[in-house]
T-cell receptor
Framework: DGGITQSPKYLFRKEGQNVTLSCEQNLNHDAMYWYRQDPGQGLRLIYYSQIVNDFQKGDIAEGYSVSREKKESFPLTVTSAQKNPTAFYLC???????????FGPGTRLTVT | LAKTTQPISMDSYEGQEVNITCSHNNIATNDYITWYQQFPSQGPRFIIQGYKTKVTNEVASLFIPADRKSSTLSLPRVSLSDTAVYYCLVGGLNTGFQKLVFGTGTRLLVSP
């Protein structure tokens, strides 16, 4: 089955700790994205990557970091510098030149 | 990136046709119009995309007038399972490779 997987579905962390969210895709897509969604709000772009070893900041990149060492994987690290990390995080991918983004099931992060 | 405006919420009953209109006055020549559907605690799902006139697939139709400053997503004979948030997005390949902007969407509630 082709698709995007995110793990874990729920994640709990103490304030001040870094945490890494996993995103893997087997769709052979070039581009991958990370979004954040707060309750009742739309999605906001954190980072995106068009090709391996390259990524760009989105609209709310502060306090986050990413890597793209493999085409299939685009992990997101939420650092202690992120002031309000509690949110629903969504990963997506799209083929080169394609308009449709395919989303994973999301990870709900709670930081206390 | 073109900004979009859509109603915050809509109500309907099972079996009715629902039309959700999105305004995008500053759409660029190369921009496509894309609609996504999102259920609670899930990632958005692509519904339909178009550039001009009318596009139809197995789940919806998209109507785009000649000036392209608005678009209407039409859902025929909705069911309870169509209760979701619907996002209208405008973007193209020359606006930063899929750097789409998700607004707050339209919350559709379908009642029995």
């Amino acid at each position: 089955d082709g698709g995007i997987t995110q793990s874990p579905k729920y994640l709990f962390r103490k304030e001040g700790q870094n945490v890494t969210l996993s995103c893997e895709q087997n769709l052979n897509h070039d581009a991958m994205y990370w979004y954040r969604q707060d309750p009742g709000q739309g999605l906001r772009l954190i980072y995106y990557s068009q090709i391996v070893n390259d990524f760009q900041k989105g609209d709310i990149a502060e306090g986050y970091s990413v890597s793209r060492e493999k085409k299939e994987s685009f992990p997101l690290t939420v650092t202690s510098a992120q002031k309000n990390p509690t949110a629903f995080y969504l990963c997506a991918s799209s083929p080169y030149g394609g308009h449709e983004q395919y989303f994973g099931p999301g990870t709900r992060l709670t930081v206390t | 990136l073109a900004k979009t405006t859509q109603p915050i919420s809509m109500d309907s009953y099972e079996g009715q046709e629902v039309n959700i209109t999105c305004s995008h006055n500053n759409i660029a020549t190369n921009d496509y119009i894309t609609w996504y559907q999102q259920f609670p605690s899930q990632g958005p799902r692509f519904i339909i995309q178009g550039y001009k006139t009318k596009v139809t697939n197995e789940v919806a139709s998209l109507f785009i007038p000649a000036d392209r400053k608005s678009s209407t997503l039409s859902l025929p004979r909705v069911s309870l399972s169509d209760t979701a948030v619907y996002y209208c997005l405008v973007g193209g390949l020359n606006t930063g490779f899929q750097k789409l902007v998700f607004g707050t969407g339209t919350r559709l509630l379908v009642s029995p």
